[in-house]
């Protein structure tokens, strides 16, 4: 079960790094799709991966007024993708709109529904910059909790944030309501630019349903060998 929580992106630039970096890691089975990525190669790259029966997180991090991400979540949802971002910040509407517009794209395609899930706060945000750069008010542990909280009143699947709040919005939420977590390092890995981070195994143990590891794991010297070591390590949780 752990090996199929872990989601490594695609963070590359060309449909042709892509697929090496695949082959490369073949036991992998849940892969993320980003903007740089999709703005390159469009769905071709998502046909690639449903054609090795692999999932996908379209991870476009949708963000705009509800007529516009209504449409674009219907139009993803045609993919036939697993689960798709968009941001709690487009405010309730929005997030209504684009859940129901989901469920129409993939009865029009004949897929199951595509998981919506909504980014509470970047992982690359500290509280500091939430506060003195964003100006938000609230801790952010209660402001990523209340954009969790409005996700699943408009409908939506889940919520992306980081391994430091999962339990609280775990608590709050329900065992049914997915968590993404971003921002997770084995202890061995450098943080890189990840402000609020926490260790594979203690994500899961906070209540984690999947976890999006990049660098360790793509940016190693021996990728393959990165991947075991990260399975190996939640093996036991």
């Given at each position: 079960?752990?090996?199929?929580q872990?989601i490594?992106?695609?963070?590359?630039?060309?449909?042709?790094?892509?697929?090496?970096?695949?082959?490369?890691?073949?036991?992998?089975?849940?892969?993320?799709?980003?903007?740089?990525?999709?703005?390159?190669?469009?769905?071709?790259?998502?046909?690639?991966?449903?054609?090795?029966q692999?999932?996908?997180?379209?991870?476009?991090k949708?963000?705009?007024?509800?007529?516009?991400?209504?449409?674009?979540?219907?139009?993803?949802?045609?993919?036939?993708?697993d689960?798709?971002t968009i941001?709690?910040?487009?405010?309730?509407?929005?997030?209504?709109?684009?859940?129901a517009?989901?469920?129409?794209?993939?009865?029009?395609?004949?897929?199951?529904?595509?998981?919506?899930?909504?980014?509470?706060?970047?992982?690359?945000?500290?509280?500091?910059?939430?506060?003195?750069?964003?100006?938000?008010?609230?801790?952010l542990?209660d402001?990523?909790?209340?954009?969790?909280?409005?996700?699943?009143?408009?409908?939506?699947?889940?919520?992306?944030?980081?391994?430091?709040?999962?339990?609280?919005?775990k608590?709050s939420?329900?065992?049914?309501?997915?968590?993404?977590?971003?921002?997770?390092?084995?202890?061995?890995?450098?943080?890189?630019?990840?402000?609020?981070?926490?260790?594979?195994?203690?994500?899961?143990?906070?209540g984690?349903?999947?976890?999006?590891?990049?660098?360790?794991?793509?940016?190693?010297?021996?990728?393959?060998?990165?991947?075991?070591?990260?399975?190996?390590?939640?093996?036991?949780v």
């Amino acid at each position: 079960m752990a090996s199929s929580q872990i989601i490594v992106p695609l963070d590359v630039s060309t449909e042709i790094d892509a697929i090496a970096l695949i082959d490369l890691l073949p036991e992998v089975t849940f892969w993320k799709v980003g903007l740089e990525l999709f703005v390159s190669t469009g769905a071709n790259i998502l046909k690639t991966l449903k054609s090795r029966q692999k999932r996908i997180f379209l991870d476009l991090k949708l963000h705009d007024i509800p007529n516009t991400v209504a449409g674009a979540s219907r139009a993803a949802a045609r993919y036939g993708v697993d689960l798709l971002t968009i941001h709690s910040t487009c405010g309730k509407e929005a997030l209504t709109l684009a859940h129901a517009a989901i469920q129409q794209g993939a009865s029009e395609a004949g897929v199951p529904p595509t998981k919506l899930i909504a980014i509470t706060v970047l992982t690359s945000l500290s509280a500091r910059q939430l506060a003195f750069e964003l100006k938000i008010p609230l801790e952010l542990p209660d402001y990523a909790l209340q954009m969790a909280l409005m996700a699943q009143e408009a409908g939506l699947d889940g919520a992306v944030c980081s391994p430091q709040e999962v339990g609280q919005l775990k608590d709050s939420c329900g065992k049914d309501f997915l968590l993404v977590c971003p921002g997770v390092r084995p202890s061995w890995a450098d943080a890189g630019d990840q402000k609020r981070s926490m260790t594979p195994k203690q994500a899961i143990a906070s209540g984690a349903n999947y976890l999006v590891i990049g660098r360790p794991i793509t940016a190693a010297k021996d990728p393959e060998t990165a991947w075991q070591r990260i399975c190996d390590e939640l093996g036991d949780v």
